[in-house]
T-cell receptor, first 115, second 111 residues
Framework: DADVTQTPRNRITKTGKRIMLECSQTKGHDRMYWYRQDPGLGLRLIYYSFDVKDINKGEISDGYSVSRQAQAKFSLSLESAIPNQTALYFC??????????????FGPGTRLTVL | LAKTTQPISMDSYEGQEVNITCSHNNIATNDYITWYQQFPSQGPRFIIQGYKTKVTNEVASLFIPADRKSSTLSLPRVSLSDTAVYYCLTISSGSARQLTFGSGTQLTVLP
């Protein structure tokens, strides 16, 4: 979805390096999420944010940190990258309406390789 | 948090109806069931969401039995372009939403 952009799209780095993945959205949604996807494991939630002042850990937050700089921006950092963090990373947004409708809109993904 | 279980893969032929079932035995009372579609090198895309009985939209139907321990995504008359990975997940309606996708079902549509 072009309304959710991720940079970079591909990144190769070395063990121990600090890496930041950025996500921007123009949908005006309050909620933003970071997932990682590994072959055969589906998507796993790393962190999520319901508004600028709210940050929550997901299923696999160890080794990651996030920053919600503005409603439209949510960054994911790997403070000291390790090879098992090699994966496809997705950012998503949603707009909570209080009911059943909480459709998530995903970015195109960032392929990260840690050597 | 409900855990979902899906078949790893399914094959079908063009024009057939495809039904993909997801098991979510410990779904919470207020959880909704949502299905996403993912093509290679793209992020998942929302297909359909439901709470109980049957929901239908322009691309799919979702059948949820009374006990809500499973759900079935039905794709009518599939085409080659429906080849993708399909994920089911449950989502709570509370403010502290937890979301975990299952491992997905690879659907391959054959000519």
């Amino acid at each position: 979805d072009a309304d959710v952009t991720q940079t970079p799209r591909n990144r190769i780095t070395k063990t121990g390096k600090r890496i930041m993945l950025e996500c921007s959205q123009t949908k005006g949604h309050d909620r933003m999420y970071w997932y990682r996807q590994d072959p055969g494991l589906g998507l796993r939630l790393i962190y999520y944010s319901f508004d600028v002042k709210d940050i929550n850990k997901g299923e696999i937050s160890d080794g990651y940190s996030v920053s919600r700089q503005a409603q439209a921006k949510f960054s994911l950092s790997l403070e000291s990258a390790i090879p098992n963090q090699t994966a496809l990373y997705f950012c998503a947004t949603s707009d909570f309406t209080g009911g059943a409708e909480d459709t998530q809109y995903f970015g195109p993904g960032t392929r990260l390789t840690v050597l | 948090l409900a855990k979902t279980t899906q078949p790893i893969s399914m094959d079908s032929y063009e024009g057939q109806e495809v039904n993909i079932t997801c098991s979510h035995n410990n779904i919470a009372t207020n959880d909704y069931i949502t299905w996403y579609q993912q093509f290679p090198s793209q992020g998942p895309r929302f297909i359909i969401q439901g709470y109980k009985t049957k929901v239908t939209n322009e691309v799919a139907s979702l059948f949820i039995p009374a006990d809500r321990k499973s759900s079935t995504l039905s794709l009518p008359r599939v085409s080659l372009s429906d080849t993708a990975v399909y994920y089911c997940l449950t989502i709570s309606s509370g403010s502290a939403r937890q979301l975990t996708f299952g491992s997905g079902t690879q659907l391959t549509v054959l000519p």
